[in-house]
């Protein structure tokens, strides 16, 4: 079963606006990641996020997380018709042996 | 510096047979990951090399091998060839044992027919 549930499971948003994506696991993890994946091609790595933190940005990205309620959000502001694609999270479980557990991942449109 | 490489880029195997998918880490990258992403199952864990040696196993079927070369390299085999197992086959790679970033590769799509 998938670790992560990610929510929506789609969103429809135009260029210039702000799309924000949730992530929700079951267990306690080393960190949480967040990647991109265009037609079904190969994952591109976006962001870490360590247990012990709580937010961190890269460009136009900003990922949040809360281990008291077992959730992340990836927000992406100013979007642009290039950021659609598919994003997943991952998570990186404690005890887990280093392999990632995807979620079911958010499939982000953004018109012109 | 280059990614990982992936190679072949398309797979079509009939069922019964052999496949063997190809993975080149990034340079100085020890640890390497191989993923499966099937339609309507996600992304699954598969197995994890370091320093060639398996390291971790998700829940696949023992015709599921793989091996790690001393260039870092690694090899993933799937024996006996059934439908289901026509997938995207991801590969990644990271630095070291220690919780890291894992980076992927383009992946192989096998379909099995």
């Known amino acids: 079963s998938q670790q992560g549930e990610e929510d929506p499971q789609a969103l429809s948003i135009q260029e210039g606006e702000n799309a924000t994506m949730n992530c929700s696991y079951k267990t306690s993890i080393n960190n949480l990641q967040w990647y991109r994946q265009n037609s079904g091609r190969g994952l591109v790595h976006l962001i870490l996020?360590?247990?012990?933190?709580r937010e961190k940005h890269s460009g136009r990205l900003r990922v949040t997380l809360d281990t008291s309620k077992k959730s992340s959000s990836l927000l992406i502001t100013a979007s642009r018709a290039a950021d659609t694609a598919s994003y997943f999270c991952a998570t990186d479980v404690t005890g887990g042996g280093n392999k990632l557990t995807f979620g079911t991942g958010t499939q982000l449109k953004v018109e012109l | 510096e280059a990614g990982v490489t992936q190679s072949p880029t398309h797979l079509i195997k009939t069922r019964g047979q052999q496949a063997t998918l190809r993975c080149s880490p990034i340079s100085g990258h020890t640890s390497v990951y191989w993923y499966q992403q099937a339609l309507g199952l996600g992304l699954q864990f598969l197995l994890w090399y370091d320093e060639g040696e398996e390291r971790n196993r998700g829940n696949f079927p023992p015709r599921f091998s793989g091996r790690q070369f001393p260039n870092y390299s690694s090899e993933l085999n799937v024996n006996a060839l059934e439908l289901e197992d026509s997938a995207l086959y991801l590969c990644?790679?990271?630095?070291?044992?220690?919780?890291?970033?894992?980076?992927f590769g383009p992946g192989t799509r096998l379909t099995v027919t």
């Open positions: 996020i360590r247990s012990n933190e």
């Open positions: 990644a790679s990271s630095l070291e044992l220690a919780s890291d970033e894992q980076y």
